[in-house]
């Protein structure tokens, strides 16, 4: 996350968790089982369960209130809206639905056939993936804070290409609310615009074994997939200020 990063190590409770800021320092995390209502700044940790949402203000962890019994899915955006999908045991449609201070504010059913995967939000736009069978094959995003849905289909993303399942997709959205779209170390598409119509893919100095946005910057890690001596073509840290078209390499 933006300024550091937050460990809720398991089994340890309260006492075992920490931020560590940019410089190395350590400051102890306050972890609460009271649900907190999502406010902007407020950041979604990580990991898929529990489901936590870490303040910065008061470096405290908590699960997010007013999310719907059944979610399995969540993002948080810079507003302080909580996204989250919403899967009943029931033969109901899957559901996105969004909320803010602990309220709802709306919902938006996940057309058929498809199944919702992953869930990205910022920048107004908020995008689930869609999935059917063991395969992703397009999107169900809003890039008007939930006014209105559209299923993105192609847009230039050749999802039959995507053959490593949904487990390994990787979505986020830029602080301008482009899209970028793509495979654990495979190939990425990038958004043209907040509009998020048609994508591009983005081309990479080296072979990326994961690649993650800040804002709107870029930032691809080049590094062996298994511990290893030998050295990887292109290996480090690289970034990107302008969508993919110029990488320089971090220290050199």
């Known amino acids: ?24 320092k350590r400051h102890k995390a306050v972890i609460t089982e009271t649900p907190m209502r999502t406010r902007p700044g407020d950041v979604l940790l990580a990991e898929l369960e529990p489901t936590l949402v870490y303040r910065p203000a008061t470096r405290t962890v908590a699960p997010p209130a007013g999310a719907p019994d059944y979610a399995i899915r969540f993002a948080v955006d810079e507003r302080g809206t909580a996204w989250s999908l919403d899967q009943p045991l029931t033969d109901a449609p899957n559901r996105v639905v969004w909320q803010r201070d602990g309220h709802t504010l709306g919902s938006r059913a996940v057309p058929k056939p498809y199944t919702g995967g992953v869930l990205a939000a910022r920048g107004g736009t908020a ?30 993303i050749p999802w039959q290409d995507l053959k490593r399942g949904p487990e390994s997709l990787v979505m986020e959205s830029l602080a301008d609310g482009r ?5 654990e170390g495979g ?3 990038l958004a043209d615009d907040r509009a998020d119509n048609a994508f591009h ?19 691809g890690i080049a590094d062996a997939t298994t511990a290893t001596y030998g050295l990887v073509k292109g290996e480090g840290l690289w970034i990107s200020r302008d969508g993919g078209r110029e990488w320089h390499r971090h220290g050199r």
């Not at 899209?179 to 495979?183: D, H, P, T």
């Not at 990479?204 to 800040?214: E, N, R």
Request: hydrophobic share 35%; proline share 4%; charged share 25%.
């Open 187 to 189: 190939r990425y598409w």
């Open 201 to 219: 893919e983005v081309k990479t100095p080296a072979a990326f074994t994961s690649l993650t946005v800040d804002g709107t910057t870029l930032y």
């Open 127 to 156: 995008a689930l993936s869609l999935t059917r069978g063991e395969r992703v094959r397009g999107l169900l995003l809003t890039t008007d804070r939930g006014e209105h849905w559209r299923t993105v289909l192609t847009g230039g």
């Open 179 to 183: 899209l970028l779209v793509g495979e």
């Open 1 to 24: 996350m933006r300024g550091g990063f937050v460990r809720v190590p398991p089994g340890e409770g309260a006492e075992g968790a920490y931020a560590l800021d940019v410089r190395g």
